[in-house]
């Protein structure tokens, strides 16, 4: 890292903080030639692969975006897309890849959708997972009611197992 100041190639890092929700590190760096010191910002940068192949940068404003519309009419807030936004790209982020497909960011978006509205969530899934007929929105409204039922039986067996 070269000084701001006196342009010397080294400096000397002595502290470390991580900032913006853990993506990004703030380090306080001391230049062993003029001793003056400075502060860096250092992020890990994040790219998404399109299907026609075009590498662009992670935007969570493209999620939100692409979520609203998919809630548009129903009762979400703007603090809960955020909030979705971000489960999104934490979990793209674990995945520790720099580059990840613009598909895989769609099926990450589908479980936190799910969990923030069910209608949202079937509106999002019939553009992102191309439902072609009814029967597509049949199967994907059995499968929630699948699930509901299966949550729905073990809360009521941990209801009746602390009684």
């Keep these: ?30 230049c062993p030639n003029c001793g003056r010191r400075f502060s860096t910002v250092e992020t890990f940068s994040l790219s998404v692969v399109k299907r026609s192949g075009v590498v662009e940068p ?56 799910r969990e923030l509205d069910e209608v949202a969530f079937l509106r999002f899934a019939s553009v992102y997972q191309a439902f072609d007929s009814l029967a597509d929105f049949d199967q994907a409204i059995a499968e929630l009611r699948r699930e509901d039922q299966a949550g729905a039986v073990t809360s009521e067996d941990g209801a009746e197992n602390s009684e």
Excluded at 65 to 88: E, F, N, T, Y
Excluded at 92 to 98: F, K, L, N, T, V
């Design 58 to 113: 992670f935007l969570r404003s493209k999620i939100i975006s692409g979520v609203r519309k998919a809630c548009q009419g129903r009762p979400v807030s703007d603090d809960d897309l955020a909030l979705l936004a971000q489960k999104v790209e934490e979990s793209i982020r674990e995945s520790g890849q720099a580059e990840i497909d613009a598909l895989d960011i769609g099926l990450a978006i589908l479980p936190p959708l």
């Design 1 to 30: 890292m070269h000084c701001p100041f006196c342009r010397h190639a080294d400096s000397r890092v002595i502290d470390s903080r991580t900032a913006d929700d853990g993506s990004a590190i703030r380090r306080r760096r001391q």
